[in-house]
């Protein structure tokens, strides 16, 4: 006999359920407005990409590409799945996207936007993949919700309008204890980054006994990710450490400075933080994270920046690239904490039919408010009234509506309103004025 197996979602996932998900909706289509008020048309791409384009928009030595990727080897064409058969398999590795800025750039090449009027704006919305210790607000499956704008100039009013535009939407979804932080990292040539890093470097050999682990570790691979490091230990020697700001070439420290001037003209508050560095290889001039209240230690919910060599690193022509991507999961949490998060649960209607005659009504009745764009319960068998109104109130139903014998041949239905008990009689017609009257009031 077969063992009985529980399945249970895999570490760092999770099923996302009723009523929460109403949530979720709302924050998507808020999205969806207004960032089409801004110009900006969604992009859909795939779920997996290869390894290799992460490997290389992200960077190989980053966290994300050299640990957290889900990698896989795809079979040949025509070979049996490795679900039926195990076999040694030779074909290139596939990884499940940890992020999607490389995807848009990848189908920005394929499909030739560049010949698109520019700057091309393309938002996305969609679940990410990265193998981290889970905790709260850290998943292994986790949705981003982000924006790309390609293409056209760098001019630092497009910096500053894709801020304000993330920046409205928490506004508009009401996100408490919003900060953004903003930096520039510069460009990767000697008299600008790349003379920094070395700076840096020298800086942190310097102190290297008094580092972590992970810290001594980068002063090879990636000094600026020091930084970002917030070992208790660390903070004092960070704070010494050369800044960015002091080592930008002239014509990044002019950029900085009209990013900074054109969001004071957007009345964007933020604040400069020298040690935001991010954690992708792609970045150039403007970064940005914001972060929200109520989150604990994993309180970013977005994070962005401007890579305009991206594109041309991946085979494209030389373009401009600026974008930013939203922990959804995140900017869920915060929102529930500061009690932002209620849903309208349940129904409006539930119909509490009984006899036969009474049946065809209901459905009738139930189609036309269903039309109408209430939410409408209609029990598939007759209950008594007593047990149908029951019923009605766990559901979380505003109003029951009662059909009998008695109202169907008198053409006058009873509307029972659940919270207070009261009862009014309505013909077909004037029911659904009603109820439609009492939507606009309510809502
Ligand atoms: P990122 O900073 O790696 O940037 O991720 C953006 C946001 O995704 C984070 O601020 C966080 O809210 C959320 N996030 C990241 N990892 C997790 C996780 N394991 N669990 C829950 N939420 C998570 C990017 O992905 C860039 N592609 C952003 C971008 C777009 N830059 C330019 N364009």
Not at 223 to 241: F, M, N, T, Y
Request: charged share 25%; aromatic share 8%; proline share 5%.
């Amino acid at each position: 006999m077969a063992t009985k197996t529980k399945f249970q979602a895999i570490k760092g996932t999770r099923d996302l359920l009723p009523p929460e998900t109403e949530l979720w909706n709302r924050v998507e289509q808020t999205a969806r407005e207004v960032f089409s008020t801004y110009g900006f048309g969604e992009i859909r791409p795939p779920i997996f990409e290869p390894t290799e384009l992460f490997a290389r928009a992200v960077g190989g030595e980053t966290d994300i590409v050299s640990k957290e990727m889900y990698t896989f080897r795809d079979r040949p064409e025509g070979a049996e799945s490795l679900a039926t058969r195990h076999s040694p398999l030779d074909s290139s590795l596939v990884s499940l996207r940890p992020e999607a800025t490389a995807s848009v750039c990848r189908a920005y090449i394929e499909h030739n936007m560049q010949q698109l009027p520019a700057p091309l704006k393309l938002y996305y919305l969609g679940p990410m993949f990265r193998r981290e210790r889970p905790q709260k607000g850290r998943y292994r499956q986790f949705y981003q919700i982000g924006a790309e704008i390609l293409g056209g100039t760098d001019a630092p009013g497009i910096d500053a309008e894709v801020i304000e535009m993330v920046m409205l939407f928490f506004a508009r979804l009401g996100l408490e204890g919003v900060q953004l932080d903003i930096n520039s990292i510069g460009h990767s040539a000697p008299e600008c980054r790349r003379g920094y890093v070395e700076k840096l470097r020298a800086a942190l050999v310097e102190v290297r006994d008094q580092l972590g682990e992970d810290s001594k570790r980068r002063i090879d691979t990636n000094p600026l990710r020091v930084l970002d490091s917030k070992l208790e230990s660390e903070q004092a020697i960070i704070a010494k450490l050369p800044r960015i700001s002091d080592h930008l070439c002239d014509e990044c420290s002019k950029h900085y400075a009209e990013v900074k001037r054109q969001l004071d003209l957007r009345g964007v508050p933020f604040k400069e933080n020298w040690r935001l560095v991010r954690g992708l290889d792609y970045y150039m001039r403007t970064t940005f994270e914001i972060t929200a209240k109520g989150l604990g230690s994993q309180n970013a919910v977005c994070g962005g920046g401007r890579y305009d060599g991206l594109v041309e690193l991946l085979g494209g022509p030389p373009t401009k690239g600026i974008g930013f991507a939203i922990g959804e999961d995140r900017l869920i949490l915060s929102l529930q904490e500061a009690g932002k998060g209620s849903v309208t649960q349940g129904r409006d209607v539930y119909i509490a039919w009984m006899g036969e005659k009474a049946q065809p009504a209901a459905i009738a009745a139930a189609r036309k408010l269903r039309g109408a764009g209430f939410r409408v319960e209609l029990p598939p068998t007759e209950q008594k009234f007593g047990k149908a109104l029951g019923q009605a109130d766990k559901l979380g139903s505003r109003y029951a509506l009662i059909l009998g014998e008695d109202e169907v041949a008198s053409g006058q239905w009873t509307l029972k309103t659940l919270a207070d008990g009261t009862q009014a009689k309505f013909s077909e017609a004037e029911l659904l004025e009603f109820l439609r009257h009492t939507r606009v009031v309510s809502s």
